[in-house]
Nanobody, 124 residues
Framework: QVQLVETGGGLVQAGGSLMLSCAAS????????MGWFRQAPGKEREFVAA????????YYADSVKGRFTISRVNAKNTLYLQMNSLKPEDTAAYFC?????????????????WGQGTQVTVSS
């Protein structure tokens, strides 16, 4: 199995940027498809972005397309989420997740392992 730890969250003004990192330990990182999800207070956890094992294929929720970029460096066992042009509605706890399935999914059930999350707050 794999252990995931997210870092990089914080408070930022609208229009600003943040980069989240997810450090993985345990089983070979490159064997997992990876994703980012977020959960705002009182709302369901929602899909943000996903990436295949090599980084060659990426997937985004419509709400973040063009503003967020998911990437990975397998040699560093690390997943990233670059977030630009942040909006107050991006405020949420952000979670990284690892999947053993062949294709990265967009639902929580497609992922087997989760980090504990990092808080992102965007002020208006």
């Amino acid at each position: 199995q794999v252990q995931l730890v997210e870092t990089g969250g914080g408070l930022v003004q609208a229009g600003g940027s943040l980069m989240l990192s997810c450090a993985a330990s345990g089983r070979t990182f490159s064997s997992y498809r990876m994703g980012w999800f977020r959960q705002a207070p009182g709302k369901e956890r929602e899909f943000v972005a996903a990436i295949n094992w090599s980084g060659g294929s990426t997937y985004y929720a419509d709400s973040v397309k063009g503003r967020f970029t998911i990437s990975r460096v397998n040699a560093k066992n690390t997943l990233y989420l670059q977030m630009n042009s942040l909006k107050p509605e991006d405020t949420a706890a952000y979670f990284c997740a690892a999947s053993t399935r062949l294709v990265p999914g967009t639902t929580q059930g497609a992922y087997d392992y989760w980090g504990q999350g990092t808080q992102v707050t965007v002020s208006s």
